[in-house]
Structure formats: C-alpha cells, structure tokens
C-alpha cells in the first residue's frame, strides 16, 4: 500500500511541471483588468442602447436577455465610477435570419432599420461563428464615431472544446473561470 501511495506521489510530482505550465498559458489568456482610478461623484447618467437580436443569435443563445444584461452590468461596474454613465438596454427581437451575411452587411442593414436617433447606441447582435475566432475583425464592428454595432454570438461549444484540448490536465472548473471572463 504505501509503494502505491509513494508511486502516486511521485507520479504526481512528475506531471506538477506540465501543469504548472498549463496553469501559466491559460492565465495569460485572461482578458486584462481595468480598474477605474478615482470615482466620479454624483449620480450617473444614464445612457439607454437599443439591443436588436436576430432569429439566429436568439436561437443560439436562449437567455439572451439576461446574458446581455449581464454583460452591461459588467461594464457599468467600470463606466460608472470612471464616466459617471450607466448603460441600459431595450430588447428588441429581430425577424432577421441572414448567417451567410458579413458584419458590414448586417451594419447597413441595422442601421436602415433603426437610425438610434434616441439613444446612445444601437446594438446587433447575430449568430455565432461555426468556429472559434482569433480576429477581432470576424466578431463585431461599428460605424466610426457613429451608433451602430453588430457583434457575433460567441462561439461557446467550441471554444470550450479548444479549452479542453488545450488544456487536458485541468480541472474543468479552472477552464470554465476562463472562459467565462474572456467572454
């Protein structure tokens, strides 16, 4: 018995390198951290967004709302302090279902619909893409100086798969704590 604790032990030991270097590359896929400096004073503004979700995000993502909600109370945690602004959105569901469509396209076809004339900002959101994306170009875009964005769904099924391969000797739950921050 004890040849097989000390087996196991030793075993260990051997694979404590490996994981220690996988602990270090999946932090370093951590997204960076903004902390605001000194707190504005005062009540915040506050700045309504009109969130469009076409049929194909909406399938993708069945509790979008509160995803998206989420999301903008993450953000409001840092433009709060930092510009005195709080985000608010109103849900819109959009009978739209082009997944073959580029983000440019789905940006001209949002801002035909909705000019934003009465809010801060007009948001899109459409299908995810079937992959995991390294570039920023294939999961959203805006109008310069403008209202409209249209962001892609994440791509979550199979980014959690290049998680796990990546990262095979790692808990789950440590993959998970990533993969929800990046996102």
């Known amino acids: ?15 404590q390198p490996h994981i220690r270097a996988q602990r270090k590359a999946l932090a370093s896929a ?13 009540e915040p503004r506050t700045a309504k967004v009109r969130v469009y ?8 993502h069945v509790r979008w709302r509160s995803s998206f909600t989420d999301q903008l ?10 510009l005195g602004v709080r985000l608010e959105p109103e849900f819109v569901e959009w009978d739209r279902r ?5 983000l440019r396209e789905t940006l001209t076809e949002l801002a035909e619909l909705d000019d934003g004339d009465d809010v801060a900002w007009v948001i899109g959101l459409t299908s995810a893409l079937p992959l995991v994306s390294a570039t920023m170009d294939e999961l959203g875009v805006a109008e310069v100086l403008g209202p409209h964005i249209v962001l892609r769904g994440f791509a979550d099924v199979e980014e959690r798969k290049a998680f796990a391969r990546a990262f095979p000797d790692l ?9 929800d921050a990046r996102r």
């Open 30 to 42: 951590l997204p960076a951290t903004l902390e605001p400096g000194k707190p504005r004073e005062g």
């Open 98 to 102: 082009k997944p073959e469509a580029t």
């Open 73 to 82: 109370d993450y953000a409001n945690q840092l433009l709060v302090p930092m």
């Open 53 to 60: 979700a076409d049929a194909d995000y909406r399938a993708q």
């Open 1 to 15: 018995m004890v040849a097989v604790v000390a087996a196991a032990l030793a075993l260990a030991a051997c694979t």
């Open 171 to 179: 808990d789950q739950s440590e993959r998970d704590e990533v993969h």
